[in-house]
């Protein structure tokens, strides 16, 4: 149900204006608004916090929705599947009821400010600084290609508070943005692909919050809050690439249907046929075992390793799926009004950001060590 919903949602509501989307690079805050108050916004939060009281399939049902819809770039999978979980698994009972209703409703928009100039994958080698006096946290440091960047209000900023520490000193500050002096919001990123998200760069410059903004109770949870969120984060990338595969598989086999050569439609040449039939069996066998995580994710059991692969396999074959689709389409693959230009230009991030695919192998090659 919750699928049939956000799917009406997505074609009526997003669809129709998203190439204007990709022209502003933004998708427009009224649209979240509306995502809201149609219950798609924090779907797996509590109902006591303004969510939908429903779980992580819930959310993977809207990330499919999004994706069979081609509106990729409305980016309400990292504010309902990432930031607000963080807040719900580690804020205290005052932090939850301040924030999570109001990032339910849309009047919030979450972001996580993680990578740096010259930190990505390595979370270890932030720069960003929070440091105390009195009751109030003092935030300097920049950050980069931040998802959701222009839109959002609330950000999750990981600091050090304690620099000596290394990943024991790192904490996650609550930055709430409303009027907030010596935070600065830099260029809307110009990027190969997902132009209607709004990726930006953050500045802080002595930017002061109150100490009830450091999210949890304690200094230094911040490694391990991260460690802990990292697999559904993974997971997501792969509902999202799951969803771009299948769409791009429908829109490529309607495709080869239509377009005749040799007065024949090219689905009748084998090759076409050999291509589709190899693509659709790699499809199903990744669907299955995007099903397995999502399942074992439901019940707790989702480990590093095994969200790993899932980011890793998933992204990895997304990338196969548009190159080898767009061939078929021949040259009006290449140009921009046929979807499959934009889907396979979308794809390319999906193997860097979330950990890079590389660290992605690297993570699942010390899990080989440890047994």
Known sequence: ??????????????????????????????EWEKAGANGLLCASMPEAYGGGGAS?????AIIEAIGHAGVDGFGIALHSGIVAPYIEA???EEQKAKWLPKMATGE???????????????LQGIKTTASRDGNQYSIS????????????????????TDPAEGAKGTSLMVVETEGLEGFERGRNLDKIGF?????????????????????????????YQLMNQLPQERL?????????IERALALTIDYAGERKAFGKPIIDFQNTQFKLAEMKSEATMAKAFVNHCVERHLNGGLDTETASMAKYLLSDLQGKVMDECLQLFGGYGYMNEYPIARMYRD????RIYGGTNEIMKLLIARSLQKG
Do not use: C, W
């Open 347 to 350: 794809a390319r991030v999906q």
């Open 1 to 30: 149900m919750v699928r049939e919903m956000a799917g009406r949602f997505m074609d009526d509501e997003i669809a129709p204006h998203y190439e204007t989307y990709e022209r502003e690079e933004i998708v427009p805050r009224s």
């Open 90 to 92: 580690y804020g205290t």
């Open 108 to 122: 919030l928009i979450g972001a996580i400010a993680m990578t740096e100039p010259g930190a990505g994958s390595d």
């Open 141 to 160: 440091g920049s950050k980069t290609f931040i998802t959701n960047g222009q839109n959002a209000n609330l950000i999750l900023v990981v600091a050090k």
């Open 56 to 60: 992580y399939a819930e959310e993977a």
């Open 195 to 223: 132009k209607a998200n709004d990726t930006s760069e953050l500045f802080f410059n002595d930017a002061k919050i109150p100490t009830s903004n450091l999210l949890g109770s304690d200094e230094g949870q911040g490694f």
């Open 236 to 244: 997501i990338i792969a509902n999202q690439a799951m969803a771009s």
